[in-house]
């Protein structure tokens, strides 16, 4: 038994907020865990993963749910352990000053190397597409 994996997006300022949705019915049908970090390039971000409802219901859903794969029941508690071990983005302004030279990373960039991690920990099964791709 797996549960399916899926990115989303809700919509945000200047850009469109991404997370890790996974499906596995604690509240119902299509309910799941987000995973994800909140905040900003500001101030700095955290983890924030919580319940979530379906992702299409929600009043800030921007029209992206992508099945990315599947984490197998038995894996699903390390997950979490994995996703908390990529470093969320810190802050990288001060005002309207921009700290460091590194590229900026916000929630699109956290989200793809959650992802990333997933699959090298063997935790996240990835989609195969008719190709033999995967996502």
């Not at 865990?33 to 983890?47: A, D, K």
């Not at 309207?96 to 920990?121: F, N, S, V």
């Amino acid at each position: 038994m797996s549960y399916n994996v899926y990115l989303v997006s809700s919509s945000g300022l200047p850009m469109d907020h991404h997370a890790i949705f996974i499906e596995t019915h604690e509240s119902g049908p299509k309910t799941g865990y987000i995973y994800q970090v909140t905040g900003n390039i500001q101030t700095g971000m955290v983890h924030g993963h919580r319940q979530s409802d379906i992702p299409e219901d929600m009043p800030d859903f921007a029209g992206v749910k992508k099945l990315l794969g599947t984490v197998e029941v038995g894996d699903y508690e390390r997950v979490r352990t994995v996703v908390d071990s990529v470093e969320v983005p810190g802050k990288q302004f001060d005002g309207p000053k921009r700290l460091g030279r590194e590229p900026l990373r916000r929630c699109q960039e956290w989200t793809r190397e959650a992802i990333d991690k997933l699959l090298e920990e063997g935790v996240l099964k990835p989609c195969v597409t008719e190709s033999g791709e995967g996502f």
